[in-house]
């Protein structure tokens, strides 16, 4: 299930940001290749990125490290269409997309029993059964709650998307920064850490967000407003 999990919010996340690309005017072989970029990206990135937090200790797939991958996908096209209206759209429709992803990619861990939480026997706690990486005790479901909460962002961001509210890019990425830093205190992993790696991420994300506006411009020909 986590396989089939981590394919379908590839699927669905580059579908959908293919879709509100063409709306917004992006050219079908731009909004093309970008789908093909960012899937090698994400994943390559994802890789890469979990290996690294791990001490080089094993790879995996980072979501983080995903979300890097797709933004370089998104970076790289924008430059290569040499359009600044290209970019700024571009930007908006990965970040609306990618709490989607992320959404559908905890259905799979929580199926699969990774990224498991907290010992909690509580109302919804989850006891796995079978074999591996697993707890022999009860859980709280935070890969539940993570997919929950990061689809009813991206259905917030998409309402805000249809009228056209302003800042959409940086409200929805540090509300997801933000979101994923606290569910943080949630999994097992975090016992024991005053602040893990991953929240450590997240605030570093928080921060480029605030000033993604200024980046952006900086990123584009001077002679063109964003």
């Given amino acids: 299930p986590y396989a089939v999990m981590i394919l379908l919010s590839l699927f669905f996340g580059n579908i959908v940001m293919y879709i509100l690309n063409i709306k917004n005017g992006i050219r079908k072989n731009v909004s093309g290749y970008t789908i093909l970029l960012s899937l090698m990206m994400s994943i390559f990135c994802g890789i890469y990125m979990a290996y690294i937090t791990s001490g080089f200790r094993y790879y995996g797939l980072s979501s983080i490290g995903g979300l890097i991958g797709m933004y370089l996908a998104v970076l790289v096209m924008s ?9 700024k ?40 059964t079978g074999h591996g990486n697993i707890p022999e005790y009860n859980v709280f479901p935070v890969q539940l709650a993570e997919s929950i909460i990061f689809f009813l962002i991206f259905v917030i961001g998409m309402f805000l998307y249809r009228y056209k509210s302003k800042n959409i890019i940086q409200t929805e990425f540090i509300v997801s920064a933000l979101s994923k830093l606290l569910l943080d205190f949630l999994r097992e992993s975090h016992n024991g850490q005053l602040i893990s790696l991953n929240q450590i991420l997240c605030i570093i994300l928080m921060i480029i967000a605030i000033f993604l506006k200024q980046i952006i411009k900086k990123l584009v020909f001077s002679n063109e407003r964003i």
């Fill in 89 to 128: 759209i571009m930007f908006q429709n990965c970040t609306l997309v990618l709490p989607l992803m992320y959404a559908l990619s905890k259905t799979g861990c929580f199926l699969a029993g990774c990224c498991y939480g907290i010992k909690y026997s509580g109302i919804f706690s989850v006891y796995y």
């Fill in 79 to 87: 430059i290569i269409s040499h359009s600044k209206k290209d970019m």
